[in-house]
């Protein structure tokens, strides 16, 4: 099972849309600086620029069918060879060097397996070494006018900078957007959806109102539920539990906090002006429940609940935890009662 949606996990948004903006800015820069290789007198280096464009675009399909590791192979490769014959052509002071410190970096974030990561970068930083100390014996293939390589150089850090720095802030938001999504899967029951026991130091936190002129708790069981898991399986017991916090969710009001606080145990918090108010609200959740047939791929099931109910005062000083623990003892009282009913204060 996924534990992120195709359109927000880090595969898509690292190795298809971080990698297309590289891939479509990498072609927009060959475009610009292609006529200053044609000034220079460099038909070499114009027609290996030139018939890069059209290997990006290729990248750039590959990427869209979802090849990604192929995809990033070719590129790197390309602009590896490429930056290598641009240092040697015009020299180290043109900056072209540079753009092997960017490969390195981008090998980082592909999705290569860590050893052929390792090589790719220590393949980009031999290969950076080997063309200074070559530059150091030979002088550039092509001499050009001290003016080219100063606009050479600008742009190449021009370049670099702002890949790095985008894609650095890229990564963060990766990062922040798939963090804040992990925390919520973390607080989120994975069967019904509603938030499960984690979730509720936060409700204290954010949602809890320490100004309240009263507070109610309840602490729902279902009936009998093993006998259901017993009988009908596991999977119709699911469709139940799934079918309960529909329930709940459509009896409570939106403020309301419905928790699936474990196994057939589910725990409602509610901000109640009145103790009244509260008792009848539990009431009237039993009625809906025991009158609404629970429908699963098998049968129609009648399902009944106990539920223990604890209203808080404002003028009594209670934790949460304390109301929840009364909340429990008035369930577990209910149970042996009879079940299928509600024992309050």
């Not at 063309?131 to 742009?155: A, D, G, K, N, R």
């Not at 370049?159 to 607080?187: D, P």
């Not at 507070?215 to 699911?238: A, R």
């Not at 429940?289 to 009944?304: D, H, R, V």
Request: include cysteine; hydrophobic fraction near 45%; proline fraction near 2%.
């Amino acid at each position: 099972m996924r534990l992120l949606s195709e359109k927000h996990d880090i595969e898509y948004w690292q190795y298809s849309r971080q990698a297309n903006i590289v891939y479509l800015s990498t072609l927009f820069s060959y475009i610009i600086i292609l006529p200053l290789f044609y000034f220079v007198g460099n038909m070499m280096i114009f027609s290996i620029n030139f018939y890069t464009m059209f290997i990006t675009l290729y990248v750039i399909y590959l990427n869209r069918k979802q090849r990604y590791g192929y995809a990033s192979f070719i590129f790197i490769t390309m602009v590896t060879i490429v930056t290598s014959m641009e240092t040697i052509a015009f020299g180290l002071e043109s900056g072209f060097g540079l753009f092997h410190l960017n490969m390195a970096i981008l090998i980082v974030y592909t999705n290569w397996s860590n050893r052929n990561r390792f090589i790719g970068v220590l393949v980009q930083g031999l290969i950076f070494i080997a063309s200074f100390f070559y530059l150091q014996v030979y002088p550039p293939m092509t001499i050009v006018e001290p003016h080219f390589v100063q606009i050479f150089f600008v742009m190449n850090v021009i370049l670099n900078i702002t890949a790095v720095a985008h894609s650095a802030y890229y990564y963060e938001n990766i990062a922040k957007r798939n963090r804040t999504q992990l925390e919520a899967l973390a607080q989120q029951d994975h069967l019904t959806g509603l938030p499960n026991r984690l979730s509720l130091n936060q409700y204290l936190t954010k949602t809890l109102d320490k100004d309240y002129k009263g507070l109610g708790v309840m602490m729902i069981d279902i009936d009998h539920f093993k006998n259901i898991n017993d009988t009908y399986g596991h999977l119709v017991g699911d469709e139940v539990l799934i079918k309960m916090a529909e329930l709940l969710k459509k009896g409570m009001r939106d403020d309301d906090l419905v928790v699936r606080y474990g196994g057939e145990e589910f725990l409602v918090i509610m901000e109640m002006e009145r103790a009244r108010f509260f008792r009848e609200k539990a009431q009237r959740l039993l009625e809906l429940i025991q009158s609404t047939p629970f429908e699963t791929n098998q049968q129609t099931l009648n399902i009944t609940v106990s539920i223990g109910a604890f209203y808080n005062c404002c003028n009594i000083d209670l934790s949460l935890e304390e109301c929840i623990r009364n909340a429990d003892n008035f369930l577990y009282k209910a149970k042996e009662q009879g079940r299928n009913q509600v024992v309050n204060n």
